[in-house]
T-cell receptor, first 114, second 114 residues
């Protein structure tokens, strides 16, 4: 089962920031937080990941709380093309038995409206 | 930018037939994965593959499924005798590393079993 909790759906106005929350209260010290999105039935698209520091790239920013029990993905200026299902995934690092598989939950369906 | 490719994009088959889904991972990647997504459901891990052998498989990946990397570039998923419930999107993913590196997904193959 997924180790994260996300709201099932959110709306955002085009041009505004979209803030997508994720709870991962049982996260371990060696687990990263990854965000992917899936537009319609396309393959999941990598967005960003982080361990404990906030991260930013050309797509989004990731804010991780100091206790690492929750995080927020921020799309600074949402467009209609950002309408998708967004998945927050915790992923362990290290360990010879860890094959790196991703465990997806139901994600948050973000609807960007004009 | 390098990307994972998958063929065919859509495969229609009769129940009981064998199908082979093909993937070309990113060229310097070493770890390979198959996931599936039944319509309206979440993305599920099937199998991971490294160094020419399966490193992990899920309960879904029973004896009807097999994977192969026949020629150093392609990565295939074979379903020996398809069932109606095998109808789904099948996604291939690859990564350079196992635990810390980002997985990149292909666009998927939609398998329809009649």
């Amino acid at each position: 089962d997924a180790k994260t909790t996300q709201p099932p759906s959110m709306d955002c106005a085009e041009g505004r920031a979209a803030n997508l929350p994720c709870n991962h209260s049982t996260i371990s010290g060696n687990e990263y937080v990854y965000w992917y999105r899936q537009i319609h039935s396309q393959g999941p698209q990598y967005i960003i990941h982080g361990l404990k520091n906030n991260e930013t790239n050309e797509m989004a920013s990731l804010i991780i709380t100091e206790d690492r029990k929750s995080s927020t993905l921020i799309l600074p200026h949402a467009t209609l093309r950002d309408t998708a299902v967004y998945y927050c995934i915790v992923r362990a690092t290290g360990g010879s038995s860890n094959t790196g598989k991703l465990i997806f939950g139901q994600g948050t369906t973000l609807q960007v409206k004009p | 930018e390098p990307e994972v490719t998958q063929t065919p994009s859509h495969q229609v088959t009769q129940m009981g037939q064998e199908v082979i889904l093909r993937c070309v991972p990113i060229s310097n990647h070493l770890y390979f994965y198959w996931y599936r997504q039944i319509l309206g459901q979440k993305v599920e891990f099937l199998v991971s593959f490294y160094n020419n052998e399966i490193s992990e498989k899920s309960e879904i990946f029973d004896d009807q499924f097999s994977v192969e990397r026949p020629d150093g570039s392609n990565f295939t998923l074979k379903i020996r005798s398809t069932k109606l419930e095998d109808s789904a999107m099948y996604f291939c993913a690859s990564t350079t590393g196992r635990n810390t590196d980002t997985q990149y997904f292909g666009p998927g193959t939609r398998l329809t079993v009649l």
